[in-house]
Nanobody, 126 residues
C-alpha cells in the first residue's frame, strides 16, 4: 500500500524554481507533522521543512529559510514544497514524510517519522 507519493522533481539551473508535491492517503495525511527531507549520495538524510498539520506552523532548516516554502491543501491531501533561488547544493533526492512525533522530539530528525514516500530527484546545475 503506497501511502505517500512525491512528484515535481527535475533538473533546473541555479536560481531557478521547482515545486514538489506529495499526495498522501487520508490516514497518513492526518498525522500531526508532514515534511520534506533530502538525502544526497554519501550524506545523511536531513530535514528541510516541516508543517504542523493542526496549527499550520512551519519549520525550516537554516539552509533553506527564505527560499523554500512548505504548504498544504487539505482538500487534496497534498503537501507542497516551493523551492526558489535553487543552488547546486540543493541537489538531492527529496522525500516526503509524515509522523506524530514524540513529545520533545526534534522536528527535523528523520528518525521521528514513520511514513515515507519513494522520493523525487532534484538536480540543480551551476
Amino acid at each position: 500500500q503506497v501511502l505517500l507519493v512525491e512528484s515535481g522533481g527535475g533538473s533546473v539551473q541555479a536560481g531557478g524554481s521547482l515545486r514538489l508535491s506529495c499526495t498522501a492517503s487520508r490516514s497518513t495525511y492526518d498525522r500531526k507533522y508532514l515534511g520534506w527531507f533530502r538525502q544526497a549520495p554519501g550524506k545523511e538524510r536531513e530535514g528541510v521543512a516541516i508543517i504542523y498539520h493542526g496549527g499550520h506552523s512551519t519549520y525550516y532548516a537554516e539552509s533553506v529559510k527564505g527560499r523554500f516554502t512548505i504548504s498544504q491543501d487539505n482538500a487534496k491531501s497534498t503537501v507542497y514544497l516551493q523551492m526558489n533561488s535553487l543552488k547546486p547544493e540543493d541537489t538531492s533526492m527529496y522525500y516526503c514524510a509524515a509522523g506524530d512525533l514524540r513529545v520533545g522530539a526534534r522536528l527535523l530528525d528523520s528518525s521521528e517519522y514513520g511514513y515515507w514516500g519513494q522520493g523525487t530527484q532534484v538536480t540543480v546545475s551551476s
